[in-house]
């Protein structure tokens, strides 16, 4: 019997959740050169899916609701990571005009700061939402599926800017209450 092909997940996906995921005092001891090479695409579309995420709230298949954080907090980041991943492969499988318009409108809001066009919104909502209803949730409750690819995040710059768990989970704790302080 043939052992099932992994699939690889995309470093420029994992770097972009590692920044969203570090403490801002670890991230002011980064070399400025990871900022420089930092993918505008991968980060625009995985910002997109973190607000999704955030508006549209975790799905219930995920079980990351009633977990303890140090469950919920690197499995909705595995989930993240993911999504980003099968939106990415579900734009670049659009039809070439439509990709292309795609990749360069991002490149014009980025370099002009223009505004968002509404058309686009509509492409990656829809690539989004396609790509949430392909995620397994049940490989996602898997604790060894969900430890490798959050040490993957952790470890994306290197083992040597790899923050550890309580780092990650002390400044969540601290965003979490930052919120409640302002409701």
Known sequence: MRKKKQTAIDKRV?????????????AMLLPEEIFESFD?????????????????????ELGAH?????????RLSCFVVLVTQVTLHRINRLPTLFRKAV???????????AEIPEVLLVVIND???????????????????VNRLWNSIKSAYGERYAPNDSEVFDNFYESEEDDDEEE
């Open 14 to 26: 994992l770097k972009a959740e590692y920044l969203r995921i570090i403490p801002e005092q670890r």
């Open 127 to 145: 690539c989004l939402e396609r790509a949430i209803m392909e995620i397994n949730y049940k490989q996602l409750k898997d604790q060894h599926i």
């Open 66 to 74: 009633d977990a303890e954080k140090e469950i919920a907090i690197p």
């Open 103 to 113: 990749w360069e409108t991002i490149d014009s809001i980025i370099d002009d700061e």
């Open 40 to 60: 505008i695409h991968v980060g625009f579309i995985h910002q997109g899916v973190v607000s999704h995420v955030e508006t549209i709230g975790t799905p219930e």
